[in-house]
Nanobody
């Protein structure tokens, strides 16, 4: 059974930092591209970042480039998102997602978790 369990969200002041984690199980994590996507209140899903199977390739949305860093630990089946210089517009429910294909980059993904809420406010 595929499981993606996000954690690490919370309330943070503008300019602050948070580190999100996603524990994965039930699929070949080390052979799967992974993603972070988010959904702000009242808005649709927004892709945030992608990472290749070995972590050698990372891609970011322009809105987070230079502030967020995606990484993974294949030995621990865990995906991370380090978020720095947070802004109020980063407030959202953050989900990790797995590529629909194993060992390939399809840029299509499955969301499986409940997400973790990040609130940036003073």
């Amino acid at each position: 059974q595929v499981q993606l369990v996000e954690s690490g969200g919370g309330l943070v002041q503008p300019g602050g930092s948070l580190r999100l984690s996603c524990a994965a199980s039930g699929f070949p994590f080390s052979s799967t591209w992974m993603y972070w996507v988010r959904q702000a209140p009242g808005k649709g899903l927004e892709w945030v970042s992608s990472i290749s199977t070995a972590g050698l390739t990372t891609v970011y949305a322009d809105t987070v480039k230079g502030r967020f860093t995606i990484s993974r630990d294949n030995a621990k089946n865990t995906l991370y998102l380090q978020m720095n210089s947070l802004k109020p517009e980063d407030t959202a429910l953050y989900y990790c997602a797995r590529d629909k294909r194993t060992a390939f980059y399809s840029n299509t993904y499955f969301l499986g978790g409940k997400g973790t809420l990040v609130t940036v406010s003073s």
